[in-house]
Each structure stands twice: as structure tokens, then as C-alpha cells.
């Protein structure tokens, strides 16, 4: 009831956040008819793709419903036994702990985490990694060259930046990177540093893809962002048509977090069958190619590689924090609403 009462006190602010991002018309929802319903915190254009083939795949219809994962995470859990969702398709790690704590989703077996690199598994087998991504910071290299040489994401803390830091509060990826914060820094520290971070009039945007944007026109210095989305816009436009640089922190600091999108199937499922299907798919050769090649995410099996140019995840230097920490996403949220960062 803890997790239920935080999550869903804090949906309104989510929600908001999440219609802005989509536009007047909202989400995208295909869930009805469905047969196995998806509820997906990666956004449509990320992964409609491979979602489209889970139809085929599986051999049932799929429908799918689009928000933000803490968003999805609050709808399932105040719907509860009622919620029409199979499965959950999260943008973090947090958003999938914080329903496994609650109880909400079925144990996957061991099968199934065994196929995928130590450490992007949930130990008691309630969820799955599909894909790894690092945050990174974005800078423009004109206006915060020096971003280069960070080693932690505390130097963005410094008042030459005031106003000139973008950042996405609605994002799930935020969100898990505010509670790697809280596991780094205990409760006083991190609330600390989001009210320092506060102070420094960091700059509103709905998402990361508009985050990068920024960076890129120079309306912002510095982004708080995931990796991916530069090495996709590079991989769209050209490196010489991209201001914006981004700088892997290669530190254990929270800002190196190495996260994952992944999936859970919901407690009380009728098409657990079917479930296990679509999570098999997604962590097929297959599918991981799609998530080297398409999103330009890190894949989470030995033996896939990618068309972009990333720096290898075994190399990277990454915070020490352990994903299946980042299950508070409840006391993350009314951290953020406290401290005025929603």
C-alpha cells in the first residue's frame, strides 16, 4: 500500500507531463480487441518496430498502449487485479522494481535471465533487461567545451551553468538516475543536490529528443540525456550536421549509470503463454539486432554488435549502483514533487 499510495499521488504530475509530450492527442493505444495487451513506457517511435512483430512472432494479436513508465507503472498498480495489461515494457529498471516489490508481476523463470549479460536481470526473476543504455551528458562544445573533462555529474552543479542545463522530469531515465542519486548520496545528499540543482534554473523539456534539441541550438550548454539519442541523430543527419557532443562520465558516479529498458509480465495474467513468447522474442538475435542497429541501445546477449560507433559497455567505467536498487521509485517521485523538480 506504501508503493501504491506514493505512485499514484504522484500520477497527475506524471500525466501531465507525459500528455505534453504526446501531444494533444495523447498516447497511442491499440490495446483494444488485443489479445495480449502490452503497456509500454519506450516510446512508439523507439519501438514500434519490433513490437509490430510480436504479432507474428507470438501468434496472438497484440495491442499496445503508450506513456511514460512511471506513469504505467502508477495506472497498474491502482488497477490492480482489474488492469487488462499482459506485460509491461519499461523505458528503466526502477519502474519494473517498484511493481516486482509490489507484487505485481509473475516470476519469469531462470531460463529466462540466463540469457542475458550478469547484472540486467532482476535476481528473483520478476523482470528482464532488453536493452542497456548509459546516461551521458550532452554539451554544446562552443558554450561548455570543458564538459569533456567531467568525471562526475556534480560539476554541472556549478553556478556558470545557471540556466543553461537541460533536462526531462517527466522521463523514466530521469527518474532512475534521481534514485541512483539517493543510493549514492543517502536521502540528505541527494535532496541536496536536487535543491542545488533547482537553484540553478535548469531548463523544462518534455522529453530527451527535445533535451538534445536544445543542446544543439545552443538554447542550452549541457542536457541530461541517454546515450542513444545523439548516436540516433548522428546517425540520421550526419556527424557534421550535429552541434551537440555527449560525454560518457566513464566514472563510478551516478550520472555513468548503465540502465536498462525491460519487460515483466503482470500478475494474473491469462496469456502468460503468449507473454513468455513476446519476452523470449525481445531478447532473440533478432530483436537485440534491432535495438543495436535502430535505437542504437546496447544489446543485452553476447554476440550482437552494433552499426553505430559506441563505446564498448565492457569498457565503460559505470556506476557501482545495482539496478535492482532503483526499485524506490515512489520515494524518488515525492523527492522530486518536495523539491519543486516535477
Known sequence: MHVRRFLTASLAAIAVLGAAACGDE??????????????????????????????????????V????????????????????????????????????????????????????????????????????????????????????????????????????????PGNASFHSFVTALRVAKGEDGARDWLTRFKANEPRKYDNNVLVLDGVDKGEVALGLINHYYWYERVA????????????????????????????????????????????????????????????AEYPVIEGVTSMHDLPPLAELEKSSIDLNELDSLETTLAMLNEVGLT
Open 236 to 295: 540520421e543527419k550526419g556527424a557534421e550536421a550535429v552541434t551537440a557532443r555527449i560525454h560518457f562520465l566513464d566514472a563510478d558516479d551516478p550520472g555513468a549509470l548503465i540502465n536498462v529498458a525491460g519487460v515483466g509480465i503482470i500478475k494474473g495474467t491469462d496469456q502468460k503463454e503468449a507473454a513468455l513468447k513476446a519476452v523470449d522474442y525481445l531478447l532473440s538475435e533478432k530483436a537485440q539486432q534491432y535495438f543495436a542497429d535502430e535505437t
Open 65 to 168: 498502449r503508450y506513456a511514460g513508465s512511471s506513469e504505467l507503472a502508477a495506472q497498474l498498480l491502482e488497477e490492480g487485479d482489474a488492469t487488462k495489461a499482459d506485460l509491461f515494457f519499461s523505458q528503466d529498471a526502477g519502474a519494473l522494481g517498484a511493481l516486482g516489490k509490489a507484487g505485481r508481476l509473475e516470476a519469469l523463470g531462470p531460463s529466462v535471465a540466463d540469457q542475458v549479460i550478469d547484472g540486467f536481470a532482476d535476481p528473483n526473476g520478476l523482470w528482464v533487461g532488453t536493452s542497456a543504455r548509459a546516461r551521458v551528458i550532452a554539451y554544446h562544445p562552443q558554450q561548455a567545451p570543458e564538459a569533456e573533462q567531467m568525471t562526475s555529474v556534480d560539476e554541472i552543479l556549478d553556478p556558470t551553468y545557471k540556466g543553461k542545463i537541460g533536462y526531462a
Open 26 to 63: 495523447g498516447p497511442t493505444d491499440t490495446t483494444e480487441g488485443a489479445d495480449l495487451v502490452i503497456y509500454s513506457g519506450r516510446s512508439e517511435s523507439l519501438v514500434q518496430g519490433v513490437l509490430d512483430d510480436l504479432t507474428t512472432e507470438t501468434g496472438v494479436k497484440v495491442g
